[in-house]
């Protein structure tokens, strides 16, 4: 399994940008779907996670800002983000979580910048 994030930029804070994580094969075998962001000298960090029955959960920073859906016909998990603020500044990784033989498997993107200007 492999994932391929991007969309990641740079952007003027109260802006947009979406991101979107494609799977290399079927997201129907991921039980949960997350992006994860890592500012530098911050440790990685939930941002949104989706299940594979639709539910979905955020961090309080970013409830009602951004949006994470998927896309089960393009393998493809996306993150909208609006109303964009400095602090959204991070490198965004995409995690896919998968039962395999029993046993769960954990999946990560390459990783996209987000800058947001002041």
């Known amino acids: 399994v492999q994932l391929q994030a991007s969309g990641g930029g740079l952007v003027q804070a109260g802006g947009s940008l979406r991101l979107s994580c494609a799977a290399s094969?079927?997201?129907?075998?991921?039980?949960?779907t997350g992006w994860y962001r890592q500012a530098p000298g911050e440790q990685r960090e939930l941002v949104a996670e989706?299940?594979?029955?639709?539910?979905?959960n955020y961090r309080d920073s970013v409830k009602g800002r951004f949006t994470i859906a998927r896309d089960n016909a393009k393998n493809t998990v996306y993150l909208q983000m609006s109303s964009l603020k400095p602090e959204d500044t991070a490198v965004y990784y995409c995690?896919?979580?998968?039962?395999?033989?029993?046993?769960?498997?954990?999946?990560w993107g390459q990783g996209t910048q987000v800058t947001v200007s002041s």
């Open positions: 995690n896919a979580n998968q039962f395999r033989s029993g046993s769960s498997f954990s999946y």
């Open positions: 989706i299940t594979s029955s639709g539910s979905t």
């Open positions: 094969g079927s997201i129907f075998s991921f039980y949960r």
